[in-house]
């Protein structure tokens, strides 16, 4: 029994994997530089995302998101104020977004017309570590109010991340946040992890997030194939 539902998760993440080997190739000829946000639920993704599409398109960049959530399309009404072009998808029980699912809610999007889309996933520090969504940068975010040893617990979502981000830095204090155990606890589960601390309510490290976006996005279109002329 064990080993029929190890195998039928193996299949399944297989097939996730080639739809995201293809998702990844169709953004790479599209040019847009797709961002997947990972993170317990409430720990801050939507907000420090709604800032983000405001701040990107207020400064021209092109810009449009994907939000996962079991039900409800508050989150999408929330980053829609952005003024960006927002969808949700409702997950309807399963605790992670898969490859299919964004295939799925691409339709009638101009790729090729975008710089950013971003994937907030649903908020879970367990299962989207497993699936691959064809990003081209997984973020993990981690709340002050949520204690610094998440990394420790949950090592695997930190682990497949690119970068961390610290969010609700202007908690820190009335948390007792001890900011050098939570990056130490970060940089364990995956040395050297870049990381960065943000308060989306009060716009605290949003110039750095943004330009480390901006670089990172800058590098990736030189380094897929047919480089930053295509
Ligand atoms: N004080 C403070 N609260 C925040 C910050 N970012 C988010 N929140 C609050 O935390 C709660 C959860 O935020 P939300 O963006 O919905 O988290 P998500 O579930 O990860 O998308 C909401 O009540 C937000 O207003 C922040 O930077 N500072
Ligand atoms: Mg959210």
């Not at 996730?16 to 847009?32: H, I, P, Q, Y």
């Not at 364990?188 to 308060?199: A, F, T």
Request: with cysteine; charged share 25%; glycine share 8%.
């Amino acid at each position: 029994m064990t080993t029929r539902i190890v195998e039928v998760r193996a299949g399944v993440l297989r097939k996730n994997d080639e739809l995201a080997r293809a998702l990844r190739t169709r953004f790479e000829e599209a040019g847009v530089f797709v961002v997947n946000l990972v993170s317990s639920p409430g720990t801050g993704k939507t907000e420090l995302l709604q800032r983000t599409l405001t701040e990107l398109r207020e400064s021209g960049q092109r810009a449009a998101a994907l939000v996962g959530d079991l039900e409800t399309d508050n989150d999408a009404q929330r980053l829609a104020t952005s003024g960006v072009p927002v969808r949700q998808i409702n997950t309807h029980g399963r605790c992670h977004l898969e490859a299919e699912m964004i295939s799925q809610h691409l339709d009638s999007w101009d790729l090729a017309s975008l710089d950013y889309l971003f994937i907030e996933n649903v908020g879970n520090l367990v299962c989207p570590a497993s699936y691959d969504l064809g990003e081209a940068l997984r973020v993990a975010l981690l709340s002050v109010t949520e204690g610094e040893d998440k990394p420790l617990k949950y090592p695997t979502i930190f682990n497949s991340a690119d970068s961390a981000v610290i969010t609700k830095v202007d908690l820190a204090e009335a948390c007792e946040f001890d900011r050098e155990r939570a990056i130490a606890a970060i940089r364990s589960v995956r040395p050297g992890m870049p990381v960065l601390e943000v308060s989306a309510k009060r716009g605290t490290g949003m110039a750095a997030w943004l330009a480390d976006l901006e670089a990172r996005r800058l590098a990736w279109r030189q380094g897929r194939p047919g480089g930053a002329s295509t």
